[in-house]
Antibody
Framework: QVQLQESGPGLVKPPGTLSLTCVVS?????????WTWVRQPPGMGLEWIGE???????SYNPSLKSRVTISVDKSRNRISLNLSSVTAADTAVYYC?????????????WGQGTLVTVSS | DIVMTQSPDSLAVSLGERATINCKSS????????????LAWYQQRPGQPPKLLIY???ARESGVPDRFSGSGSGTDFTLTISSLQAEDVAVYYC?????????FGQGTKLEIK
């Protein structure tokens, strides 16, 4: 049973950088999955941030691309999210998601999420 | 970007009755090579992460009750709950994974009447 655990600072000051980690347990990050970040502002809907494959191949949401970096650490079986120049609009619950290849279903399995508040 | 539009925004249904949620994509999410629609449905209960219900538009995830079903193809999709139970109170989202960014609908809040 693959599990995902997000962690990181709960409070970030603008215009700093938000840095989160997602540890993968019960499975290898080298498996045939995409590792995705999705966020959800309080009381609002879901926004796809981007994803990474274990080879390092990435895809980002154009709306965030200039500020986002997603990376993979195979030795620690984890992925990371960095979001720079944050504002209050980046306040959200950030989720790590394991997504299957689309031709195998494309199913997404979510971590519990971590709330990040951007405030001075 | 593919825009996903759900209707209605909120819905109140009596226990045991049918609930229907619609999702429309701004372009087709049908992948012609394998005739699969790259469309998923998620359920999000308060304070919880989204949970997968349906993938490929109509394939039910293992362990999901069979009162949940998905249908549709191309640009128009439906999630149906055949007999509403109290535990089905949640917000439901559709998501396309045909092309990045993999966009979500705005969500439909389902309540008990």
């Amino acid at each position: 049973q693959v599990q995902l655990q997000e962690s990181g600072p709960g409070l970030v000051k603008p215009p700093g950088t938000l840095s989160l980690t997602c540890v993968v347990s019960g499975g290898s990050i080298n498996s045939d999955n995409w590792w995705t970040w999705v966020r959800q502002p309080p009381g609002m809907g879901l926004e796809w941030i981007g994803e990474i494959y274990h080879t390092g191949s990435t895809s980002y949401n154009p709306s965030l691309k200039s500020r986002v970096t997603i990376s993979v650490d195979k030795s620690r079986n984890r992925i990371s999210l960095n979001l720079s120049s944050v504002t209050a609009a980046d306040t959200a619950v950030y989720y790590c998601v394991r997504r299957e290849f689309r031709d195998r279903g494309g199913r997404g399995y979510w971590g519990q999420g971590t709330l990040v508040t951007v405030s001075s | 970007d593919i825009v996903m539009t759900q209707s209605p925004d909120s819905l109140a249904v009596s226990l045991g009755e049918r609930a229907t949620i619609n999702c429309k994509s701004s372009q087709s999410v049908l992948y012609s090579s394998n005739n699969k629609n790259y469309l998923a449905w998620y359920q999000q209960r308060p304070g919880q992460p989204p949970k997968l219900l349906i993938y490929w538009a109509s394939a039910r995830e293992s362990g999901v009750p069979d009162r949940f079903s998905g249908s549709g193809s191309g640009t128009d999709f439906t999630l149906t709950i055949s007999s509403l139970q109290a535990e089905d109170v949640a917000v439901y989202y559709c998501q396309q994974y045909y092309s990045t960014p993999y966009t979500f609908g705005q969500g439909t809040k389902l309540e008990i009447k």
